[in-house]
């Protein structure tokens, strides 16, 4: 989508990670989004070895902090109390991809060289209203004409969810297959909302949400925080020799109404993304070793390994059911972290948390979900595809 | 704050602004955020000759669309109503300087090259709400800890006013002084949501809203959108000759529990951000011929003079009532727009708007309220100073 502009001496300038940390995830009762994003940037800045003193740019990435809980102003506080005055601040919402965006932003300010060092946090605190408000919060990213009809991101997903069983030939339960190896990997990740496996036939019989969708179809309601500290590669060896570098980062949108899409199974924004993502890294699908998909609702892990080229389309189920994607056996394990579908999904967060499992992946901290990985990828879907970030990191090691 | 990294051919690295717009600000029945953003959107492609296909990143400036009318993604939808995906969007919040947050975070887009053409869109639509609905919404960007005392921004700035005025000897005057000059340097602005001049003696008899301070030293509710066309300098070639550079950007935070300051009558972010933008851009308060300060409320505008260096502390007065910030005879005209205090405030427009008529001024095309400058300067100030950014364009011509 762009042509990005690379420097002579590439090396020097590339975007390294050197640090990462995320909450528990779940429902943090008593706790408030400030004590969440400030409990993920301590220990990101921690696990880096760095101070707050170092933060030259402190990002968060939060979709609606004033809607959740009538504080504004987050990303100011938070560097009152961190303590990283008077790093320049501000807050990045890209709707449930604003992680995304969060990542996309900081390479920005390394790359631009506004910023030396940029902390990136993300949050969401969402349990304590009901589910019913939370949905109401959430759908207000849909395009007025659709919302005013009472459509939301559940509805998007049942439909689009029919249409693909339907036009692919696709059993009902390969979406179950999804649910089920995500909450598989979910166990070996102390941080998840749902730390226990659940089967195909309690998937299948659970409540109807959105037919054909059901209740384990669909992603938590979630409180939680996760971040990422970010610098040049240069920098980054001043702190540590344990790092990643961001090889490709791009985000696009797709059609705000969401009907008028030519084609309801194929994510415009993921394709166009996973493309400048590629193009920038020299990485393609093939080269990728581990991945983490957006899997808000089951549907979008098919729709986003066939946007991404893991798949053909209409084909992706099928690899799922030869257990192309499992974590220990798999080709491209995909959801090691046990996906936004067990892990659970703080709006805010869930982009970051993400790039927080490619990073455990790439330096080998990710202890019993550790894959064999060189190159990682993280896609991140706001709204219903409405924008997408694809972001690439690469081992250093 | 951070040492930017500046490229062997300078030249071609620097960020252009080539197309600026702004709306009608005031009250805007019937209109919501979204059409006062596709129309400085469109507005502002016009006046660069540009297409909606050229942008690659469409930034939107924006504090509350949520909590002010229910709807988010506005950035995604926007995308959709100018005809620009897959154009990536983001939603950039920094409080009352979201705008100023968005010249840089655009400007970190073009300079980092991820973008080549950049579309900063700022707005907000308020004056559908009440007077107390809209300061509570406001009110929640400042510390909890102060909030639920009941601190709002007006309370903090009739505070910071007392002390200034008997600390520094200064007649409650030289406050309505600045509301006067600005007033009168809206008549000119055609944009301005009061084009009316507002005579001292009028100022000094309006309701006290926070001793001292009364009705006309604070800015008012106020619906509008404003727009910047972004680019690398060489990319502006192929559109126009008539294009700024962005020779300087910072931003800084200062403690977001106000009342931690060691002098309330210094801002620390207006200092750190402009020692960064001052750095940046080699250019020095002497070398500024025209600004845009932040005058939310008046004493604003003394504390950002005396931050950025036009004045010493506590003599910032002296050079208003002096006729140094007049527009057609001062030696540094302040708010030629006729500022916040006439002109509005939108929040997520106005530190967009300040670039649009500093633009405006360095290419010439600001009519009645042309001065003669090469070099402007834009203070955007969030929350009561919790973090402010400073950009310095510098005229091609």
């Known amino acids: 989508m762009s042509s990005r502009r690379q420097s002579a001496d590439g090396a020097a300038d590339r975007v390294a990670v050197i640090g990462a940390s995320m909450t528990e995830f779940g429902q943090r009762e008593g706790e408030w989004i400030l004590d969440l994003l400030a409990e993920a940037g301590l220990e990101c800045l921690a696990d880096a070895g760095a101070d707050a003193g170092d933060v030259d740019h402190l990002y968060v990435s ?24 008077p790093a320049y601040t501000q807050r990045i919402d890209q709707t449930s991809s604003s992680g995304g965006a969060g990542i996309y932003a900081a390479w920005q300010s390394i790359a631009s060289g506004a910023s030396d060092v940029t902390l990136l946090v993300g949050g969401e605190k969402m349990t304590h209203r009901t589910t019913g ?10 395009h007025p004409a659709e919302y005013k009809h009472g459509v939301t991101l559940p509805s998007f997903a049942g439909l689009t969810a029919r249409n693909y069983l339907e036009r692919f030939d696709a059993p009902r339960e390969s979406l179950a297959w999804v649910a089920a190896k995500n909450h598989k990997n979910g166990v070996d990740n102390p941080h998840a909302q749902f730390q226990k496996e659940v089967d195909v036939e309690t998937i299948l019989e659970s409540p109807i949400i959105a037919d054909p969708l059901r209740l384990y179809d669909f992603c938590p309601v979630t409180d939680g925080s996760a971040a990422l500290l970010l610098c040049s590669e240069e920098t980054a060896r001043e702190y540590t020799d344990d790092y990643v570098v961001i090889a490709g980062v791009d985000g696009a949108t797709d059609t705000h109404v969401v009907h008028e899409r ?3 199974t194929v994510m415009g924004g993921v394709v166009e993304s996973g493309k400048g993502a590629y193009e ?3 990485y393609g699908p093939d080269d990728i070793d581990v991945a983490e998909l957006h899997d808000m609702f089951t549907i979008l892990e098919f729709l986003q390994m066939e946007g991404l080229g893991f798949a053909e389309q209409g084909e992706a189920w099928k690899l799922i059911e030869d257990g192309y994607t499992e974590r220990d056996t798999g080709e ?4 090691t972290s046990g996906g936004l579908k067990s892990k659970g999904h703080p709006l805010g967060a869930s982009g970051i948390a993400q790039g927080v499992e490619i990073y455990e992946q790439l330096v080998g901290e990710a202890g019993p979900r550790q894959v064999d990985a060189d190159v990682g990828l993280c896609c991140n879907v706001g709204g219903f595809g409405n924008c997408v970030i694809t972001t690439i990191m690469e081992a250093t090691r």
């Open 262 to 264: 030519e084609d309801p």
């Open 62 to 85: 939060n979709m609606a902090s004033g809607e959740f809980e009538g504080m504004t102003g987050v990303m100011n506080a938070l560097a009152h109390d961190l303590g990283a005055m």
């Open 332 to 335: 491209l394990p995909i959801n």
């Open 133 to 142: 408000e939370s949905t109401d919060i959430i759908a207000s990213v849909t």
């Open 280 to 282: 920038m890294s020299g």
